[in-house]
């Protein structure tokens, strides 16, 4: 996964891609069992190698741990370029659907 | 010849590959205490208290802190509670620290705790901290912690804190 994430990544809350790969990280030792529902909201590309994807992302799953997941949806504003033959994710934004993303 | 993969599909490859992680680790809560308790400022209707807590992060991963809402009571009575934007990181296996600054009007909100903070200048006081941290990771659900120790009022109008124990929240 962490071959999708570009080794430019920023984004506004000051993370980088080794950031990411620790949200990553938090995840797979987190969940036992958890479903992702996902929803395209857009996708704007800009010539050759930039594009943007709006997501909507909901979880549905249990967990064997002590806490859960939250059951809000997130919507997600993705930043992808093209480095090579592969689109990278650049940067994104997210927040709580209805709410502020950054 | 080039080879050009669609962006979408590969996003959605990487959640659905995120959503097949199976595993029995679960996320544990941070290690919390009252390190010290700094008086910063005292006026007859407002007192300013700096609280510095030690937290120790068990995950094998960072946790990015957004938000942090707490209370402490000293010898049971309601010494503070609030809430504060954050915006630190907790080490993966790690410790760091972290300080609130909180102003009070004992007099008029809780004159008793004037006694047990006079008190605590010659004794030990209890004191009982609980919280929870929000973590800055979608899906993630905020994070409670609670510890119970010991504090004695330092000379200097700073207070040190001896921990002795501990309970997590369920």
């Not at chain 1, 002590?66 to 992808?80: C, D, H, K, Q, R």
Request: glycine fraction near 6%; hydrophobic fraction near 45%; aromatic fraction near 10%.
């Amino acid at each position: 996964m962490m071959a999708l994430i570009s080794p430019s990544y920023s984004d506004a809350r000051g993370n980088e891609r080794d950031d990411v790969e620790n949200m990553f990280r938090a995840y797979f030792l987190r969940q036992n069992n958890i479903k992702l529902l996902t929803k395209i909201d857009a996708v704007r590309v800009f010539g050759e190698d930039a594009a943007e994807l709006d997501l909507t992302v909901g979880m549905a799953g249990t967990n064997d741990g002590v806490f859960g997941f939250s059951a809000n949806a997130y919507a997600f504003e993705m930043e992808l370029v093209r480095e090579g033959d592969d689109w990278l994710l650049i940067s994104a934004r997210w927040g709580e659907v209805g709410g502020e993303i950054h | 010849m080039a080879r050009y993969t669609n962006p979408v599909l590969l996003l959605l490859a990487a959640f659905t590959l995120s959503g097949c992680a199976v595993t029995q680790l679960a996320i544990e809560s941070p290690l919390v205490s009252l390190k010290r308790v700094d008086v910063a400022e005292v006026g007859f209707s407002r007192q300013t208290f700096v609280l510095s807590f030690d937290v120790i992060n068990p995950n094998p991963f960072s946790l990015p802190i957004n938000h942090v809402s707490y209370g402490v009571k000293l010898d049971k009575q309601r010494f503070a509670s609030g809430e504060s934007v954050a915006s630190f990181s907790i080490p993966a296996n790690s410790d760091g620290e972290f300080a609130i600054s909180v102003d009070l009007d004992l007099l008029r909100t809780a004159p008793q705790l004037l006694y047990i903070v006079r008190d605590s200048a010659v004794h030990d006081v209890a004191y009982e901290l609980s919280g929870k941290f929000g973590v800055d990771i979608p899906f993630v659900d905020s994070v409670p912690f609670q510890y119970n120790g010991d504090i004695r009022l330092q000379a200097g109008l700073v207070t040190r804190a001896t921990n002795h124990s501990s309970d997590k929240t369920p």
